[in-house]
C-alpha cells in the first residue's frame, strides 16, 4: 500500500513538471468524459420523463384500465368495483369527462373537468404545485372542493386556497344555475404534444362532481382503474377478463400499463449509441496521451537509467511510469464528470425537461460516474503502458551515458 501511494505521489509531481506537455490530451480526455458522463445521464433523464409522462396520461407500472361495455352502451362499473374488492385492490379510481362554466374577469368561460377518486393522484404522479389533494372528506362539503392546473388557477386571478375566496361556477348558457367551489390544490401544466400546455383544466372528486352547475346527475364512468404490484398485474389482469360478464353482445376492456412498459428502452440504446461516439472521442485522446509519453520518455531516459543503478527495480520503473498517466487522466476524469453531473442540475435544465413531461427528477445516476471515471482510469493504464514497457527495456549503461 505505500508503494502504491509512493508511485501516485511520484506520477503527480512529475506531471506538475511535464504539464505543459500533456495538457492538450488531458483536455481531450476530460471533454470525452465529460460528453461520455453527460450523455449517460442525460439519458437517464430523457427515460425519466418519458416514462413520467406516460404514468401522467395512461398510469404507473401496474395500472389497469378496465372498462364493461354492455349491449345498451352503458358502462357497468358496479361489477368491475366488486371484483376489485374481491382481489383486496386498495387503489382504483372513477374517471370521468364533464364540464362546467366558471367566472372569470373577462366573463364567463367554459371550463373541463375530469371526476375523479382520492387515489388517481397517486396513480397518475400528479404533482401539486399548491395547496393539497383530496380526501375522503372532501366528499361532505357543501360547495365542491376543485383542483384546477396551473393556467386556470393564473387566469382566475390566484385566489387563496382551501376555505378562501369560492369561485363561482354556471351552468350552460340561458340558463340561471348557479354554484360555488373552493380551489384546494394546483397542480402543473400538462404539457401539449407539439405546442404550449392544454388550456384551463380542473379536477373534482367523482361523488361531488353531481353537484356541479349543468350536471344531470353523477356523471358516467369512462373508465376505471386499478393499481396492484407490477409482478401481479397479467394475472390480475386475466382474473378481471375471466371474471367480469359483458352480458350478450357486450365486451370488457382492459389494458395493462405493463404491456409497453419496454418502449423507454429505445432511449437507452440511444444514449448507448451517443455515448459510443464519445467512446470513439476518448480513444483519440488516449491516442495522444501515448504519443506524448512516448515523447516524454526521450527526455527522461538518463533519469530512469540513474534510478536503476541505485536499485530502482524493473516492476517499480514500470508502475511509476504508468502511474503518470493514470494519475493524469483520472484528473481530467473527475472534472469532466463533475462538469458533467453540475450542467444537468442546473435549474434551467430541469425546467426543460419539466416542460417536457418530468414530474420528479430523478438523481444523477451513479452508473454513468462510474462509467466516466472508469473511462477515465482505464484510458490511463492504456495510454501509460507502452511508455512503461519502453522504461523498463532500457539498458543502465546506455541510459546514464545518454
Do not use: C
Not at 272 to 301: F, W
Amino acid at each position: 500500500m505505500t508503494g502504491l501511494i509512493a508511485s501516485i505521489v511520484e506520477a503527480y509531481g512529475e506531471l506538475r513538471v511535464n504539464k505543459n506537455r500533456i495538457m492538450l490530451a488531458l483536455i481531450g480526455v476530460g471533454f470525452s468524459v465529460f460528453a461520455l458522463t453527460a450523455v449517460l445521464g442525460a439519458g437517464s433523464l430523457f427515460k425519466a420523463t418519458f416514462e413520467q409522462m406516460t404514468e401522467a396520461q395512461s398510469g404507473r407500472a401496474g395500472v389497469i384500465q378496465v372498462a364493461v361495455h354492455r349491449a345498451d352502451g352503458t358502462n357497468d362499473t358496479a361489477q368491475v368495483i366488486d371484483e376489485f374488492e374481491t382481489l383486496q385492490v386498495t387503489h382504483w379510481t372513477r374517471s370521468s369527462e364533464t364540464s362546467t362554466r366558471v367566472q372569470m374577469s373577462t366573463g364567463v368561460r367554459a371550463l373541463p373537468v375530469q371526476a375523479v377518486d382520492p387515489a388517481y393522484a397517486d396513480m397518475y404522479r400528479v404533482k401539486l404545485l399548491e395547496g393539497r389533494w383530496f380526501t375522503a372528506a372532501d366528499e361532505d362539503r357543501l360547495a365542491p372542493a376543485l383542483v384546477v392546473n396551473q393556467s386556470m388557477y393564473e387566469e382566475i386571478g390566484s385566489p387563496p386556497l382551501g376555505n378562501g375566496v369560492p369561485v363561482s361556477l354556471h351552468g350552460p348558457e340561458g340558463t340561471t344555475e348557479t354554484a360555488r367551489a373552493v380551489i384546494i390544490g394546483v397542480v402543473k401544466d400538462v404539457p401539449g404534444i407539439f405546442g404550449p400546455p392544454q388550456g384551463m383544466e380542473a379536477m373534482v372528486l367523482f361523488e361531488t362532481a353531481s353537484g356541479l352547475p349543468g350536471a344531470e346527475g353523477a356523471p358516467e364512468v369512462q373508465q376505471i382503474s386499478a393499481w396492484v404490484p407490477p409482478e401481479d398485474s397479467f394475472a390480475v389482469a386475466d382474473h378481471l377478463a375471466a371474471a367480469l360478464d359483458p352480458g350478450p353482445d357486450g365486451d370488457v376492456s382492459i389494458q395493462n400499463t405493463m404491456d409497453w412498459a419496454g418502449e423507454a428502452d429505445i432511449i437507452d440504446y440511444l444514449s448507448y449509441a451517443i455515448a459510443g461516439i464519445a467512446g470513439l472521442v476518448l480513444i483519440l485522446g488516449a491516442m495522444g496521451l501515448v504519443n506524448i509519453s512516448l515523447v516524454s520518455m526521450r527526455y527522461r531516459i538518463r533519469e530512469i537509467g540513474i534510478r536503476r543503478s541505485y536499485g530502482a527495480t524493473g516492476a517499480r520503473i514500470f508502475v511509476g511510469v504508468m502511474m503518470e498517466s493514470v494519475v493524469a487522466t483520472v484528473i481530467a476524469g473527475a472534472i469532466g464528470v463533475t462538469l458533467a453531473v453540475a450542467l444537468l442540475r442546473l435549474p434551467i435544465i430541469i425546467e426543460q425537461f419539466e416542460k417536457a413531461g418530468l414530474v420528479e427528477a430523478p438523481p444523477f445516476p451513479m452508473s454513468a460516474v462510474l462509467v466516466g471515471m472508469g473511462a477515465a482510469t482505464l484510458v490511463g493504464i492504456l495510454a501509460g503502458a507502452l511508455p512503461a514497457i519502453v522504461a523498463t527495456r532500457i539498458k543502465v549503461i546506455d541510459a546514464i551515458r545518454s
